[in-house]
Structure formats: C-alpha cells, structure tokens
C-alpha cells in the first residue's frame, strides 16, 4: 500500500482533536454539574417551581428527581474514545469500512449534539458542543478527499479505463496475377 497521504494524517488528527474535547466537555459535566440541573429544572415545569423556591438542593429533594448527567456522559465519552480508535486504526491501514464507520458515528453523535444544544444547557456546554461539531465535520472533509480514497483504493483508481481498440485497416494482400 503507498504511503499515508498527509489529508489521512490531518484527519486522524482532527480526531484526536474531538477525543480532547469530548474529554473536557466531560470533565466540565462532573465540575459544572449543577449548572445543568439547573438548566433542566428551567426547562421542567414541574422542577422550575422547586428551583426557585430553595435552588438546586430542592430539585434534588423533590419529587421529581434530576436526570443523571455524569455517569451517561462518562459512558457515552468511553464507549466512543473505544469505537473512535478501533474504526481509526482500521482507516489508517486503508480498510474502507473503518472510513466509514467513523462517518457514521460522527454523523450520529453530531445530530445527537445539535438535539443537545437545542435543550438550552449552559453557554459552556454549546461552546463545547459546537466546537466537536466543527472538528468533526473537518476530519470527515478530511477523510472522504480524492487522495484518501486513493489511497483506500488503490487498485480501482490506479487502473486506468481500457480504451476501445481503434480500427485499423485490414492488413494488404498482395496482388496474384491471374493471366
């Protein structure tokens, strides 16, 4: 197989770059953990009452309880971190599926990503969620350029179409005399 061809490196890159970011958006969910209670007891009309009568600590006491939002964050971070690798170390020895299956899951996890930012969390949480949704729309520009598929490719690419043969003329017969 030829060599890697730099847009293939750029785009593991970018990959990396969402694992970064998905690791601090996850940090930040257990650090900012409250802020987001409090953005879904706003959303909750039940919840809304108890948060402004005696803040978060109510919303938790209360009847309705809180969604969890560490654990689900620090599964989903793992579970992806696990399928991001795998499907890259697949995409960089050529193999089309890893392509994409990494197409895929960033597709799915950025329509997940604007459901999220659509629910109106913490300004903190959109910058985040915005800035993986650009990085992953860059790595798949990355993978699905012309030299990437070269490069997965090689065979159907490198052959160039066969070319209808071109008539030529019927080869000459030498005259016999007949006298």
């Not at 969910?29 to 948060?51: M, T, Y």
């Not at 989903?76 to 399928?83: D, H, I, K, P, T």
Request: proline share 9%; aromatic share 8%; net charge neutral.
């Amino acid at each position: 197989m030829d060599e890697r061809p730099i847009e293939l490196t750029y785009a593991l890159r970018a990959l990396t770059a969402l694992v970064a970011v998905g690791g601090i958006t996850v940090l930040f969910v257990v650090l900012f953990r409250d802020s987001l209670v409090e953005a879904w007891a706003e959303g909750n009309p039940a919840a809304r009452e108890l948060l402004r009568e005696g803040g978060v600590d109510a919303v938790r006491a209360g009847t309705v309880k809180p969604p969890h939002f560490v654990a689900p964050a620090v599964t989903l971070y793992v579970v992806m971190l696990g399928l991001l690798w795998v499907l890259s170390q697949f995409l960089r020895n050529g193999f089309e599926w890893g392509r994409l299956g990494i197409t895929a899951l960033l597709l799915g996890a950025a329509t997940a990503s604007v459901g999220a930012i659509r629910t109106d969390p913490p300004a903190l949480f959109v910058v985040c969620t915005v800035l993986a949704i650009v990085i992953g729309v860059a790595a798949l520009v990355l993978m699905w350029l012309p030299p990437v598929t070269r490069y997965i490719h090689p065979r159907l690419i490198a052959t160039p179409p066969a070319r209808p043969a071109t008539p030529q003329a019927p080869p000459a017969v030498p005259a016999t005399e007949d006298r």
